[in-house]
């Protein structure tokens, strides 16, 4: 049995990742994400981006990258403030479950 060790990092980009942006795009032949985006790496490899603005994706694919989009889209989904949920979709009010008092 292969253990797997491969470390992820998903980190917003900064000032300096612009380079790491622009490679991520030419080898997926993609635009390049905007300066507001998500970076995620592979033991310490950039292997893809996501645009927080428009969520457009650009992955290297020459490396196995789609589990890491999939968390890419789950921790912007976070940082966007949606928690999975769909835009504009209502939560329910929380009660108490009937029979539960609610003192302490």
Do not use: C, N, Q
């Amino acid at each position: 049995m292969t253990a797997i060790a491969d470390t992820i990092i998903i980190r917003r980009a900064g000032a300096a990742d612009a380079s790491v942006l622009a490679r991520l795009a030419a080898l997926d032949s993609a635009a390049v994400p905007g300066p507001e985006s998500l970076i995620a790496e592979i033991d310490g490899a950039p292997v893809a981006a996501l645009d927080l603005a428009d969520g457009h994706v650009v992955a290297d694919p020459f490396a196995p990258t789609a589990d890491v989009v999939e968390l890419l889209r789950l921790r912007a989904s976070r940082v966007r403030g949606t928690h999975g949920r769909r835009p504009g979709a209502r939560t329910l009010a929380r009660r108490p479950l009937a029979g539960i008092s609610a003192r302490a």
